[in-house]
């Protein structure tokens, strides 16, 4: 079980990259200076794009990965960060896909003396197209901003009740955030030396969030 300082130090962090989503927004480059739309345009239409390319060709995938990196270069951010977050989007990937190798066994290719499936490939090709969406979608709200964002996508014509969902999405992920690690620092600066906070004391913390 985490100690109560590495749980305050995950909330912080966590805190400094939902400002960062924002704030990087304010910082001076090219892409930061092009208008929203056309963003959110060139965003969604190399998704499109990605998606026509076949599962079973994961090689094709990895040329879509100059998009990211060019936005990374463009807005210049790193891209060490922007693919270190992306990953997140790796567990989902992995959940959708699991069961690829153990359906599919059509084997497509012989590396050495094994034999690679169908199932691998297309569960690799899914991995691939997570990570790449989540940093295209990451470069276009760090160099937009989500505020912005949400606006230009409302010029676009996305429906309202969409742009509102996404507003309280994120309002309320920070919300939730700061309050937990509110109430993290107030149990760390009461509880002493005491190692275990009561199941009771558990309930009324999960009742405040």
Known sequence: MPRGDDVTDRLQRA????????????????LQRVDGRAKILISVAALVVMLTVPLDQPVRLLLMMLCPIAMCGLGRLNVGRVVLWSLVAV????????????????????????????????????????????????????????????ADAGRLGVPRIF???????????RLLVGEALSLRMAVDARRYDCRRLPLALWGRIVGRL
């Open 15 to 30: 805190i400094a990259r939902l400002r960062l989503l924002e704030g990087s927004a304010t910082c001076h480059s090219p």
């Open 91 to 150: 567990p989902f990937a992995l959940a959708v896909g699991v069961f690829n190798p153990l359906i599919d066994h059509q084997t497509v290719a012989m590396v050495g003396d094994v034999a690679v499936s169908r199932g691998w490939i297309t569960l690799v090709s899914l991995v691939l197209r997570a990570v790449i969406s989540t940093a295209v979608v990451l470069c276009l709200t760090l160099t937009t901003g989500v505020y912005r964002l949400c």
């Open 163 to 173: 742009v509102a969902l996404l507003l309280m999405v994120w309002r309320y992920v």
